[in-house]
C-alpha cells in the first residue's frame, strides 16, 4: 500500500507511504524501550521521544526562526504605519551666505542693483506636525495589525509543518530499524537452514540441490541486510537534519511502532469533534481570515484616498544673518488641508484592485474551508482503515510464522525437500515486511489526523 503525506502551505494530511524506506523484509516486534538507529559503535546518549526531538527542531529550526522573523518584520511595518499618525518633530539649523536677482523676485524699480549680496541667512527651527484626520492612513494601520496577526498565523504553520515532518522523520526511521531486524533475523534463519539442509545430506536425506537452494536464499538474505542498513542510514541522517542534530553521532529513539489497535485512542474521535478541533485550531484557517481582513483594510484604505486629509503644523525658531547678528523670533502655526482633485485615474484603479485582491481573499478561504474538511474526513477514513490492516498484518505474520515451523518439521524429517521451507521463509518475511508497514501506516495515520487538527506539534507515540 503506497499513500503520501503531504504538509503544503495549507498542511493537506493525506499520508505519507513507506515507498522509499520501507520496501526491504520487515522485521519482528519491538519489545525494548529504545531502538537503536545510528552508526556502528555505542551510544551514551539517553533515548529520545518523538515530542523531544520535535521541541528541538522548534527552536533550531532555520525554516521555523525564518518564520518567527516574519513576524518581527510585520510587527515592525505596524509600528511604521503607526507613526505616520504620531506627532511629527524635527529641528533644522542652516547657515548661507547668498547672493539674490531681485528681478527673479519681480522687483524692477530704478536704483535697485542688479544683484543684492552675497549676504549671510541663519535660521534654527523647530517643526511640529500633527496628523488631525487621515482615513487612508488609519485603514493602511488596521490592515497592518492584521498582518501581524497573519505572521503569527503562518509561523504556526510553519511549526506544525515542521514538527508533522519530525514525527514522520521519526515514524519512517523506527520503520527502518525494525526492516533491518527483520533482515537479520531472516539471516540467522538461513543460516540456520543452510546448516539443516547440509546435515541432511550428509545424512543421505537432502541432495546437493537443497544445499544450493539454501545457500542462495542465505545470500538474498545477505542483500537484503544490507539494503536495509542503506535505507536506516538516510531515515537516520534525515531525521537529525530535521531536528538539526550532529549527524555524526549514534541515535537512540524511545518510541515503538508496536500499538494494538484497541490502544489508538484516535479511533473514539467523531467527524464532528476532529472538525470543530481543526476550524479552532488550524494556522492556516487564522492566517487566511487575517489576510482577507488585511485585505478589506486596504480596500477601504484605497477607496478613502479620494477624501481630504488634515493637518496641523507649527514651527518656531531664530532667524538672523548670523547667531549673533540681526537674531528674531520667528514662528508660524496653522492648518493644512489636503483635498486630491485629479490623480489621472490612479486612485480609481488602486480601489479597484483592492477590491479584486479583497475577492481573492474570500475565494482562498472557502477553499480552504473545503480542504481542511477533506483532510480531515481522509484522515479518520485512513485511521479507521489502517487499524483493519494491521490486524490483518498480524493474523498473516503468525499463520507465516506456523506454515514455517510446520515446513521445516517436514524438511528435517525427510518427508520433503526444502523447497517449501524456502517458500515459507518468503512468506514470512512478506508478512513481517506487511506488518511493518501496516504498523508504520497506522502512526502516519494518527500523525495525518493530528495534523488535519492542526495539532502536529502535540503528536505522541
Known sequence: MTCRLTLTGRCAAAVLGLAGLMTAPATLSQTGSATRAGTAGTSTEAPLGVQALIQRALGLAP????????????????????AVLRPQLAAQVSQLRQTTNPATLGFEFPGLPDLIGPYNVFDARLKLSQTVLDLARSSELAGAAYAVEAARAQAEVSAERIAANVALAYI??????????SAEADRVLGDELLRLARDQKAAGVASGVDVAR???ALAQDRYAVSEAQTR??????QLQRLAVLPMDRDLLLAGTLDAPPSAVRELGITLEQALNTARATRGELRAADAALRQADAQRRAAQRRVLPRISAVADYG????????????????????????????????????AEHRLQQ??????????????????????LA?????LRAAIAARDLAQRELELARDRFANGVANNVDVISAQASLTRARSQLIAASAVQQQARLNLAAAQGRARHFEL
Do not use: F, M
Open 318 to 353: 531664530l532667524s538672523a544673518n548670523t547667531p549673533a547678528q540681526n537674531r528674531e523670533d520667528t514662528y508660524r502655526y496653522g492648518a493644512v488641508i489636503d483635498v486630491p482633485i485629479y490623480s489621472g485615474g490612479a486612485l480609481r484603479s488602486e480601489a479597484s484592485a
Open 63 to 82: 525554516l521555523q526562526q525564518v518564520a518567527d522573523e516574519d513576524v518581527a518584520l510585520a510587527q515592525a511595518q505596524q509600528d511604521t504605519a503607526r
Open 361 to 382: 481573499q474570500r475565494l482562498q478561504l472557502d477553499d480552504l474551508r473545503q480542504q481542511i474538511e477533506q483532510d480531515v474526513r481522509l484522515a479518520l477514513a485512513t
Open 172 to 181: 519512517q526511521l523506527l520503520a527502518a530499524d525494525q526492516a533491518l531486524a
Open 385 to 389: 482503515n489502517s487499524a483493519e490492516q
Open 214 to 216: 539454501a545457500e542462495t
Open 232 to 237: 536506516i542510514a538516510q531515515a537516520r541522517l
